[in-house]
């Protein structure tokens, strides 16, 4: 199901036009500096004991409101575009174990991956260049990509699964050109549904992988030193 743009992106990005921006959503806060959901997606919290998965390398130290600001713009804007060049996929505006926005990318449900399987389907690579092309200009940044299950099989095999399909889509980024060293790969099984594991149409959404784009830390030191473009 597309999600519904929400008021605040769609005036931060009314330049640009928010037409086309159905994929677009302001999304859940990742890190323990956020804690609570705001808004959809609350399943790509909750790890296996229940508390919010931090995404990103925390820095260990606070990050200013202007540094915040000039990010956030940053992010703001790729989720604009990503959303505009990639159909068949969800973004969302997230918050990093930073306190910073970063971008959550969710492929459509069911291009990504049969059951039992980590190959990428021809629709899956096609989203996948177009994620790279799209990336060529924000190169200070880390990914961090999830794989998901459905609940099909044993949880040693769907922790296996779950990395290997992280792995697929890590994998495919890198022979588009994509520096493998900015990735963080990591299996979450069948432990974070976004849909009801009871049914066909359910199992088919939680076969997924997100890549959450999050600031590194020479994007935060640029924009602490005001030198970020």
Do not use: W
Not at 87 to 95: F, H, L, P, Y
Not at 180 to 187: A, F, L, P
């Amino acid at each position: 199901m597309k999600k519904i743009v929400s008021a605040l992106i769609c005036t931060a990005l009314i330049l640009s036009g928010c037409g086309n921006m159905s994929n677009l959503a302001k999304g859940t806060a990742i890190g323990s500096g956020s804690g609570a959901a705001v808004g959809a997606g609350v399943g790509a919290l909750i790890g296996k004991d229940g508390k919010s998965a931090a995404i990103g390398a925390a820095i260990g130290t606070a990050v200013g409101a202007g540094v915040g600001a000039l990010i956030g713009n940053k992010m703001d804007k790729k989720a604009a575009e990503l959303a505009a060049a990639m159909e068949d996929a969800n973004i969302e505006v997230v918050t990093d174990a930073n306190d910073l926005k970063a971008v959550k990318v969710t492929l459509e449900s069911g291009i990504l991956f049969n059951t039992s399987s980590s190959t990428l389907n021809d629709a899956s690579k096609a989203a996948l260049r177009k994620f790279a092309s799209n990336m060529a200009d924000l190169p200070d940044t880390d990914l961090t990509i999830l794989g998901h299950t459905d609940n099909t099989g044993t949880a040693e095999y769907n922790d296996k699964l779950s990395v290997e399909r992280a792995n697929s889509v890590a994998t495919f980024l890198q022979n588009c050109g994509m520096s493998r060293n900015r990735m963080t790969i990591e299996g979450r099984s069948f432990h974070e549904p976004v849909a009801d594991n009871s049914t066909k149409e359910g199992r088919l959404q939680n076969r997924r992988v997100e890549i959450f784009i999050t600031a590194n830390e020479k994007m935060i030191n640029d924009a602490q030193a005001g030198t970020l473009k």
